[in-house]
């Protein structure tokens, strides 16, 4: 588990979330503002399962970050949670459409963040499981030289052409 990085220019809120996501045995961290965010994220190497993110940052450096971030190589692994004072469906569906699926409008219960924060971790750990398995599955495939496949149904052969060119380093090899 990496730990949460909370995200708020409220010096107040941060004191808070950090205590309450401590208090869940949580490691956690926090930063002011996107350039002390940049720092922490770097400094920490993407060590965080989760960034509790302000949208609300002065001079829109909310947004400015989580494009800092989706650009980065383990930045996509990343779960963020917007958190904001107003619910205007165009800010959602624009934080959607930067990388986010979490939107907490403020103010907010606790067990309501809790539970983001737990299905945050579960999805990140998810992923990086699918990723080392996909992984042994490319390795395995790639130590393969010779095979005799029986295909029952066009939805195996399908299955098969689908998975092995990009397994075998050649998308276009699964084409077919």
């Known amino acids: 588990m990496g730990g949460v990085l909370i995200i708020d220019n409220e010096p107040t809120e941060r004191i808070a ?24 994220l770097d400094a920490e190497d993407f060590a965080f399962d989760t ?8 001079n829109g450096e909310g947004l400015e970050l989580l494009d800092w971030l989706r650009q980065r190589p383990d930045g996509a692994d990343v779960e963020v949670i917007v958190q904001a004072r107003r ?9 959607i459409q ?17 539970a983001l924060v737990q299905a945050a971790e579960s999805s990140r750990e998810l992923r990086r499981s699918l990723k080392a398995r ?5 390795d ?37």
Do not use: F, M
Not at 87 to 95: G, Y
Not at 98 to 114: A, D, F, S, V
């Open 87 to 95: 619910e205007i469906p165009s800010e959602i569906r624009h934080a």
């Open 134 to 138: 996909v992984s042994e599955i490319q």
């Open 98 to 114: 930067r990388g986010t699926i979490y939107y907490l409008n403020k103010p907010y219960e606790w067990p309501q963040l809790r």
């Open 140 to 176: 395995i495939v790639r130590l393969i030289e010779t095979a005799t496949l029986e295909l029952r149904s066009n939805d195996e052969a399908e299955a098969v052409a689908a998975n092995l060119g990009p397994a075998a380093g050649d998308p276009q090899l699964g084409i077919g």
């Open 51 to 58: 960034v509790l993110l302000d949208w609300g940052l002065p």
């Open 17 to 40: 979330l950090e205590a309450v996501i401590k208090g869940w045995g949580r490691r956690c961290r926090t930063a002011g503002n996107a350039a002390e965010a940049r720092k922490r």
